[in-house]
C-alpha cells in the first residue's frame, strides 16, 4: 500500500478510537482541579469545620498557596536563619462546593499533593485524618460522608508552628496542587499500577504492569480489564486484556504483559515516553480509565566504569534542587519548574537530586518529560534530630507508611534511577543506624526492585559509618571530600559509587571582587579565610567555597577524571530560601546555586555549559564598568576552540589555551572604558566572539519575557527580566534603581526578585531594585482573556516602559 494512504488510514483509525474513547469515558473517572474558591486564614479556628461557620473575614484564594513568602522577614522569627526569617504558625483553609446528585454511586476522593505540615482534613465535620510529613502526597476518600446534590464543606488545619523545623525554608499551607476524584466503584486504586520492563533490546521490550483494582462495591463484579500501550503521538501501539471476577469491597491484584517491538528508548536527550491507558469495562460500559507514563530505558551503575544508560556509559551532571520557586515560595507551578528545568537542561545539567525530600508531581512529570535522571530522595533525618521540630518526632509513626507512599507514587516514572533513603542521616554515626538502614531499604524493595538503594553519606572515615556497615545500600552516595575520590576504588572495592552531593562554593550573581585567582574558603579550614564583605555579597568568580566543599572547577576536575564515579549532584542549581552561610542576617537566601534565586545565572552557569555540553561557548567576564585604570581580571569560559583571544578597543591583550585540565584562562587587563571583546578559534578559524561594551547613561528600561503569550488559565506564568540600558542597549551592570510596576488586562503580579540573598524586601512587594543591573518581575494569568500589559516606572528622566503579553 502506498505510504501516504497507509499514514491517513492510521491517523483516521486513531481518531475513531480517540471518537470512542471520548463518548464512552461519560462514566470513567472525572478529575477535577479542586485549587479554586478556598478561604483561608492564619490563626486556629476549629470551629471552621462546621457548615454554618462565618468565614466572611476570610481571605479568598486559589490554591497551591504559601503564607510564610507572604509574611516579611524577621531577624526574631521563630524559623531562624535556616528557613530565611520568614514566619510560619498556624492557618485554616475552607471551601464550600457542591457534589452533583449522579455522583451517588462513584467513589470521591480529595487528593493533596503537598501540605507544609501537620495537615488535619475535614469533610462536613469529620475528621478525615492527619499527615504530618509536609512533603507527601496523600488523599482521602470522601463519599460516606458528602451531601450528594447539596453543599459541603472541607476545611484543613495546617499547623507549621512548632519550630525551627527545618534546616532550609519549607514554606506554610496547601503549596502543591489539590484534585477531587470521582470513580465508579470499581477502578483502579491509588497508585495501583506499576509497570517496569526486565527486558529491553532493539528488536522488543518486555513490559510488565501490575494493576490493583479495587471494587468498592457491596456486590460482586465481573469486569473486562484492558491496557493499551500508546505512543508519543497517542496512538495505540499494543494492547492486553482479561476478563476477572472481584468480591465486593476487596481489591485484586492483576499482572499484564506486553511485547513492545523496536521500542524507542528513553534517555536524557530523547526523553521519548509511551504511556499505558487502563481501562476497565463492565459489560461493555467504560467505568474507568487510568493512565501510567512509560519510559523504556535501561541502566547500569557499575563499580569500574560509572554509569551507563541503555548501554552506553556516561556521567550523572546532575544539580540537587530544594522545592522553593524563589518569589513564589513553595507554591508549586509547572510553570515555574519547567523554567527551572529549561535553564538547566541548557547549562547541560541531566540530572535531579530531590533534596532532601519528596518533590512535586510536575517536577517528577517534567524531568520524565525533559530527560533528567532522578535521584529521588525520602528524608533528611530518622529518628535523630538535625532540628528542634523536625521530623524525627514523627518518625516512629510515620517513616514506614510516608516511604512506601513515597515509593508507590514515584516508581512508575522512566526518570527515577535512585532510591535515596536519606541525607547525611544522623544515625550514620551511632550503631542504630545498621538496623533502621536495613528497614528502610527492604521497604523499598518490597516495592520496587529495579533501582539501587542509595543514601547520602558524609565520607568522614566512612568505613565506620554504619549506613554503610549496614550493607543494605546498593549505591554509595558520598557528600563532599572530592580530594578523597581517588582511593575509593581501593578503599571500597567493589562498590558502586556516586558523588551525591558537591561543591557548596558561594557566589553573587554580577558581584566581581579583585583579584580573581586563589582559593578562599569559608569558614576557615584550610588556605585562605573568606572574611565576607560587608554587603553580604560574595565574588561570582568561583573563588569562595565551604571549608567542607569545593569549588566548582576542583570539584568537575576531580570528578571527570574518574570513571568509576558514576557522576555528582553539585550543591546546588539555584539559590533557594534559607540557609544563607556565610552570613547572618540579613542575608536571608543560600549563595551556592549555579543560577541565584530569581533564575538569573552566575558567570559559572557558563563553565557547565562549556564541560557538560558540545555547544559552543564563548562567556567572558565581568562587566566593564570600572575605575579608569582599576586592575581587572578577566575571565573566559569556552570549548570547542585552540585559543582565545581578548582585545580592548581593538588592541589585542594576547590570545591564551586553556592548559592541562583548566576550566577558565584569564587575564589581567587594567581598565579603560570602551570594548572588551573575545574571539575564540579553532583551526585559525572564528568559533565565536563576545563583547561587553561599558554602558553609558542610563536611557531605558529594557523588559525580556521568557514567552510571548500566556494562557489564560488562571496559572500560566510569563517570568520578565528587567534592567537598564543605556541608549545602545548596553546593561548598566551597577544600577539598583527602583523599579515600580503596574499589570493590566489578563494577568497579575505574583512575585518579584532581583536574586540578592540580603534583600529584604518583600517578593509580594509591586516594585523591585535592580540588583546588579537586574530583577524579575512574574505575571500569572488571572484567568481574563485580554492581553497583559505590564508598565515599568522608575526615576525621573528614564520614561516608562511598556510590555504586552498576547493572551492565547
Ligand atoms: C550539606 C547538606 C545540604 C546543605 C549543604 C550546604 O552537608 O547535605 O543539605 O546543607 O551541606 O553546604
Known amino acids: 500500500m502506498n505510504k501516504n494512504i497507509l499514514q491517513k488510514i492510521t491517523i483516521i483509525l486513531a481518531l475513531l478510537l480517540l471518537a470512542a474513547c471520548a463518548t464512552k469515558s461519560k462514566n470513567a473517572r472525572i478529575i477535577e482541579d479542586f485549587n479554586k474558591d478556598?478561604?483561608?486564614?492564619?490563626?486556629?479556628?476549629?470551629?471552621?469545620?462546621?457548615?454554618?461557620?462565618?468565614?466572611?473575614?476570610?481571605?479568598?484564594?486559589?490554591?497551591?498557596?504559601?503564607?510564610?513568602?507572604?509574611?516579611?522577614?524577621?531577624?526574631?522569627?521563630?524559623?531562624?536563619?535556616?528557613?530565611?526569617?520568614?514566619?510560619?504558625g498556624m492557618g485554616w483553609y475552607r471551601k464550600t462546593f457542591t457534589i452533583p446528585q449522579d455522583w451517588k454511586n462513584k467513589t470521591v476522593a480529595v487528593e493533596f499533593d503537598g501540605v507544609f505540615k501537620n495537615s488535619e482534613v475535614f469533610i462536613n465535620r469529620h475528621s478525615l485524618g492527619i499527615r504530618p510529613n509536609g512533603y507527601i502526597s496523600f488523599s482521602y476518600e470522601l463519599s460516606k460522608y458528602l451531601k450528594f446534590g447539596g453543599q459541603n464543606v472541607i476545611a484543613v488545619k495546617v499547623d507549621n508552628s512548632a519550630q525551627p523545623n527545618s534546616r532550609w525554608y519549607t514554606g506554610s499551607g496547601i503549596y502543591r496542587n489539590v484534585r477531587l476524584v470521582a470513580s465508579d466503584k470499581l477502578h483502579v486504586a491509588e497508585w495501583g499500577t506499576f509497570v517496569t520492563t526486565p527486558e529491553i533490546s532493539k528488536e522488543k521490550a518486555s513490559v510488565h504492569l501490575e494493576v490493583e483494582v479495587k471494587n468498592a462495591a457491596e456486590t460482586e463484579k465481573e469486569f473486562k480489564i484492558v491496557s493499551s500501550i500508546l505512543n508519543q503521538n497517542n496512538v495505540e501501539v499494543t494492547q492486553t486484556e482479561s476478563t476477572e471476577k472481584i468480591s465486593p469491597n476487596a481489591t485484586l491484584k492483576k499482572t499484564q504483559n506486553f511485547t513492545l517491538k523496536n521500542p524507542i528508548l528513553w534517555d536524557t536527550e530523547n526523553p521519548y515516553l509511551y504511556k499505558i491507558v487502563t481501562r476497565i469495562y463492565e459489560k461493555s460500559t467504560l467505568v474507568d480509565s487510568y493512565e501510567t507514563p512509560l519510559g523504556v530505558r535501561y541502566f547500569n551503575f557499575d563499580a569500574e566504569k560509572g554509569f551507563s544508560l541503555n548501554g552506553k556509559p556516561m556521567k550523572i551532571l546532575g544539580v540537587c534542587l530544594h522545592h522553593d520557586?524563589?518569589?513564589?515560595?513553595?507554591?508549586?507551578?509547572?510553570?515555574?519548574?519547567?523554567?527551572?528545568?529549561?535553564?538547566?537542561?541548557?547549562?547541560?545539567?541531566?540530572?535531579?537530586?530531590?533534596?532532601?525530600?519528596?518533590?512535586?508531581?510536575?517536577?517528577?512529570?517534567?524531568?520524565?518529560e525533559m530527560g533528567f535522571i532522578v535521584q529521588d530522595e525520602a528524608f533528611d533525618v530518622w529518628k535523630k534530630k538535625k532540628v528542634t521540630n523536625d521530623y524525627h518526632k514523627d518518625w516512629d509513626a510515620w517513616h514506614k507508611k510516608d516511604l512506601e507512599d513515597f515509593i508507590k507514587r514515584d516508581r512508575n516514572h522512566p526518570s527515577v534511577m535512585m532510591w535515596s533513603i536519606g541525607n547525611e542521616i544522623r544515625e550514620q554515626f551511632d550503631s542504630t543506624g545498621i538496623a533502621i538502614t536495613r528497614e528502610l531499604a527492604q521497604i523499598v524493595k518490597s516495592l520496587d526492585t529495579t533501582r539501587p538503594v542509595t543514601s547520602a553519606l558524609t565520607e568522614n572515615v566512612i568505613e565506620k559509618n554504619f549506613i554503610y556497615q549496614s550493607g543494605a545500600l546498593d549505591l554509595l552516595g558520598f557528600n563532599y571530600k572530592h580530594e578523597d575520590y581517588k582511593?575509593?576504588?581501593?578503599?571500597?572495592?567493589?562498590?558502586?559509587?556516586?558523588?551525591?552531593?558537591?561543591?557548596?562554593?558561594?557566589?553573587?550573581?554580577g558581584h566581581y571582587d579583585f583579584p580573581a585567582d586563589g582559593v578562599k574558603a569559608w569558614p576557615t579550614k584550610y588556605g585562605a579565610a573568606f572574611d565576607g564583605n560587608a554587603d553580604w555579597t560574595v565574588s561570582a568568580f568561583d573563588q569562595v567555597k565551604s571549608y567542607w566543599g569545593a569549588t566548582h572547577e576542583e570539584n568537575w576536575k576531580t570528578i571527570k577524571k574518574q570513571d568509576f564515579m558514576a557522576g555528582t549532584f553539585i550543591w546546588t542549581g539555584f539559590d533557594y530560601i534559607g540557609e544563607p552561610d556565610p552570613y547572618p542576617y540579613p542575608a536571608r537566601s543560600s549563595y551556592f546555586g549555579i543560577i541565584d534565586l530569581a533564575g538569573l545565572p552566575k558567570d559559572v552557569y557558563y563553565m557547565y555549559q562549556s564541560e557538560w555540553t558540545t555547544k559552543p561557548v564563548l562567556h567572558i567576564f565581568p562587566h566593564w564598568n570600572w575605575k579608569e585604570g582599576q586592575e581587572v581580571d578577566v575571565w573566559a569560559y569556552y570549548n570547542n576552540a585552540d585559543e582565545v583571544e581578548l582585545f580592548l578597543n581593538g588592541k589585542s591583550l594576547g590570545k591564551k589555551t586553556k592548559q592541562n585540565d583548566d576550566l577558565h584562562i584569564s587575564w589581567h587587563v587594567k581598565f579603560e572604558p570602551g570594548t572588551l571583546k573575545a574571539i575564540s578559534r579553532k583551526d585559525g578559524k572564528v568559533v565565536l566572539e563576545a563583547a561587553i561594551n561599558t554602558a553609558g547613561v542610563a536611557s531605558k528600561i529594557d523588559l525580556k519575557v521568557d514567552k510571548p503569550t500566556i494562557k489564560n488559565d488562571n496559572y500560566d506564568l510569563v517570568y520578565v527580566t528587567v534592567s537598564i540600558v543605556d541608549k545602545d542597549g548596553n546593561l548598566l551592570p551597577n544600577a539598583n534603581d527602583l523599579i515600580n510596576f503596574e499589570v493590566s488586562g489578563g494577568g497579575k503580579l505574583v512575585g518579584v526578585d532581583n536574586g540578592y540573598q540580603a534583600n529584604l524586601d518583600s517578593f509580594k512587594a509591586s516594585s523591585c531594585k535592580l540588583f546588579n543591573g537586574k530583577c524579575i518581575a512574574i505575571i500569572q494569568s488571572n484567568g481574563k482573556k485580554e492581553n497583559i500589559q505590564l508598565k515599568a516606572t522608575?526615576?525621573?528622566?528614564?520614561?516608562?516602559?511598556?510590555?504586552?503579553?498576547?493572551?492565547?
Open 38 to 88: 478556598w478561604n483561608f486564614k492564619i490563626g486556629d479556628y476549629p470551629t471552621a469545620i462546621q457548615s454554618d461557620f462565618n468565614s466572611s473575614d476570610w481571605r479568598a484564594l486559589q490554591l497551591p498557596h504559601d503564607w510564610s513568602i507572604e509574611g516579611a522577614f524577621d531577624k526574631d522569627s521563630k524559623t531562624k536563619q535556616a528557613q530565611g526569617f520568614l514566619p510560619a
Open 325 to 368: 520557586n524563589g518569589a513564589l515560595g513553595a507554591v508549586e507551578n509547572i510553570h515555574a519548574v519547567r523554567r527551572k528545568l529549561t535553564l538547566l537542561k541548557e547549562m547541560g545539567t541531566n540530572a535531579i537530586r530531590m533534596s532532601h525530600n519528596p518533590h512535586s508531581l510536575e517536577m517528577m512529570q517534567l524531568c520524565d
Open 487 to 509: 582511593d575509593f576504588p581501593t578503599r571500597f572495592k567493589g562498590q558502586k559509587i556516586i558523588a551525591s552531593e558537591s561543591v557548596s562554593a558561594l557566589e553573587t550573581r
Open 794 to 808: 522608575t526615576r525621573n528622566g528614564i520614561p516608562v516602559s511598556v510590555l504586552d503579553v498576547k493572551v492565547n
